[in-house]
């Protein structure tokens, strides 16, 4: 039997496991999706790593304050058969996360994922798929701007290049975040935990702004989103943002239209601009900075400089 669900506000499941130590330990654990995980997409990873293990706790007939060590411990292993070594690790976070909530809270005395160690995982190079600069200038260039469709998506494309930003963090985007400031214009981008930091535009992704902006006829609407979505089939812009899934669907469109066969997805362009920023001899440290990354190691993970000088080097053999 699979645990029984109660589903609260916000989309919150609520596991029979829980639900069975009253209302106490229910209003804590909700309150550790809602008041502790601010951020709508952390909360929906938490949740997809979390609700599968205490329905796999529910179904061995365990209890909250009966889940121990032994218990995480043989839940992990199981999934280290199923899934790649950082989706375990980050699964086991959560879970780790969740019972210090709940020790804190004092419904559980005590954290049984603590002391259980996830898979080993190492990367020095990041998977993101990454364009050269010539197939990305060939992607931007294909982009039909006769309509404001297609103003709007080379505009997202360009500002996820030029700026390093996520794509979480370009679609709410309001229009109040282009702005100008002295002599140029500058983006502000909202990321996690409610943070922001402000880059200034690149004279091209300034260029696909304002050509964008001008042709929506939003200028002046700077409390509502910078890029919308379209409704239907119609091809006109409505006043709700894009989402993350609709910016994937435009770019997969946008690269068939192209003729690019790689498997991009929207980090791609992420990674691609700050290939070529370090290609073109831009500093890590720089690129750690427009990037927002918290450490210079997380910004190399991006780096494919080294690519093109590996196939050199192998084409060497000569047999």
């Known amino acids: 039997m699979t645990a029984e669900l109660v589903r609260v506000e916000k989309g919150i499941i609520l596991p029979a496991i829980i639900a069975g130590e009253g209302q106490r330990a229910s209003r804590r654990f909700l309150e550790f999706f809602t008041a502790n995980i601010r951020n709508p997409n952390t909360r ?3 949740m997809r790593a979390i609700i599968p293990f205490l329905a796999w706790c529910e179904e061995r007939g365990l209890e909250l304050r ?5 218990a995480v411990a043989a839940y992990i292993e199981r999934l280290t058969q199923e899934r ?16 210090d909530w709940l020790v804190t809270g004092q419904i559980v005395p005590f954290n049984p994922a603590a002391s259980v160690r996830g898979p080993r995982y190492s990367i020095r190079k990041g998977k993101t798929p990454v364009l050269s600069a010539q197939e990305t200038r060939k992607l931007l260039d294909s982009i039909d701007t006769s309509h404001v469709v297609g103003l709007r998506d080379r505009a997202l494309i360009g500002t996820m290049v030029y700026s390093f930003a996520r794509v979480s963090a370009v679609v709410n985007m309001k229009v109040r975040d282009y702005y100008p400031q002295g002599k140029r214009y500058w983006i502000r981008l909202h990321e996690k935990g409610g943070k922001f930091h402000e880059v200034p535009a690149h004279h091209t992704a300034e260029k696909y702004l304002d050509e964008y902006i001008e042709a929506a006829g939003i200028a002046e609407e700077k409390n509502k989103p910078l890029f919308r979505s379209t409704r239907g089939r119609s091809r006109e812009l409505t006043a709700r943002a894009m989402s993350r899934f ?10 068939e239209g192209a003729g690019i066969s790689s498997e991009i997805a929207c980090h791609t362009f992420r990674a691609t601009g700050i290939t ?9 440290e720089h690129a750690q900075q427009i990037a927002a990354h918290e450490s210079p190691r997380t910004t190399k993970l991006y780096d494919r400089t080294s690519d093109a000088i590996s196939l050199d080097e ?3 053999i000569v047999i």
């Open 44 to 46: 929906l990873s938490y």
């Open 66 to 70: 009966q889940v121990e060590p032994m």
């Open 84 to 99: 790649a070594p950082q989706t375990v690790k980050q699964h086991l976070a959560a879970i780790r996360m969740l019972f």
């Open 246 to 255: 609709d910016a994937y669907k435009m770019i997969r469109r946008r690269a």
């Open 276 to 284: 070529e920023y370090l290609r073109n001899g831009g500093s890590i």
């Open 314 to 316: 192998i084409e060497r």
